[in-house]
């Protein structure tokens, strides 16, 4: 029964461990030997990374295997799990098309390449059996070329059916000596209607008010309730969601418990600012939106309420959900008694 909506997850970090091993089993000879048996690969791929540049590093594992011939198998294999253990009924999927062109191109040659890798990503998503409605975010990247992120936020407008939004990865540390450039793009993207989302506030390195006023929704953006409280009043005034992946902190570092968390949510709570719980990278980090929703519970983060308020809030912020509501099912179990 598809409930759910997911916001913030990349491509690269959707692939769960299991589904990856075999790929390089049957692939993939060099990986193979390095990784012959699943139990190392997967405490391999999912143990925590001290930074989150450490922790990026490992996109790069599986981006080099995300290629045009190879993204079909992944991602019919990604909503097939989406559809069946997660129950999601709309995802927002994202990821630098840069990174899964030919690397022997020339930059001009890649850059030509990323609008196949468009619609195969948009073409791959529509599976009818498990009929998730997904949207691509295309993500402009802290350590590559001007050019490159200028021609993301083109293929953005572009493709208006299958990509929903821009959005700026690759570490929040990496943005400080380009914020006049970031700001030109997120600029020249709102100005054609393509909507926006960043990540952001994600560690305490990388908080820049200059570019908040630029974003539609917020990745991630914890440090704001946990350290510049004050700018949360301007945040709910824009209608800004945050996307809070709870797992991810704990995978990079940056937060040592869950603890703070209930900071967030309160914090935002109080603000009147809407929160989207997210998986950022479920596959790497064997956790499942429905399981990012249980932990909060159990270890007592937030309430069955806040829960629910979360979780309307996810199609309420989503940028190309069809309906003006939450699926029906999803409505009637908050008409349930407590
Ligand atoms: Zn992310």
Known sequence: MPLYAELHRHLGGAIVPRILWRYFHRNSQDLADRFPEYPEFEDFYTRPRNTLDEYLELHTLVENTQTPDT????????????????????????????LR??????????????????EIV????????YPIVTRQILCMHSRLPDEVNRAI??????????????????????YADRLDEFIRLYDNARSRGIKTTGHLYETTDGCYPELLPYLMRIGHGIQIPLHYPELLPEVARRGQCLEVCPTTYFKTGTLESMNPLKIVFDRCFDAGVDIAICTDNAGLHNVRLPFEYENLLTQDIISFQQLQACQQASFRHAFAWPHPQPPAQMLTGLLAPV
């Open 153 to 174: 936020v083109d293929l953005a407008a572009a493709y208006p059916d299958y990509v929903c939004a821009i959005d700026l990865a690759g570490g929040d540390v990496h």
């Open 122 to 129: 948009g073409r791959a998503s529509q599976v009818k059996e």
């Open 71 to 98: 993204l079909p198998y992944f991602i019919y294999r990604l909503i097939r799990g989406a559809y069946i253990f997660e129950n999601l009924a709309y995802l927002e999927l994202r990821y630098t098309p840069y």
């Open 101 to 118: 062109t030919d690397e022997t191109l020339s930059q001009w040659e890649r850059i030509d390449q990323m609008s196949e890798i468009v």
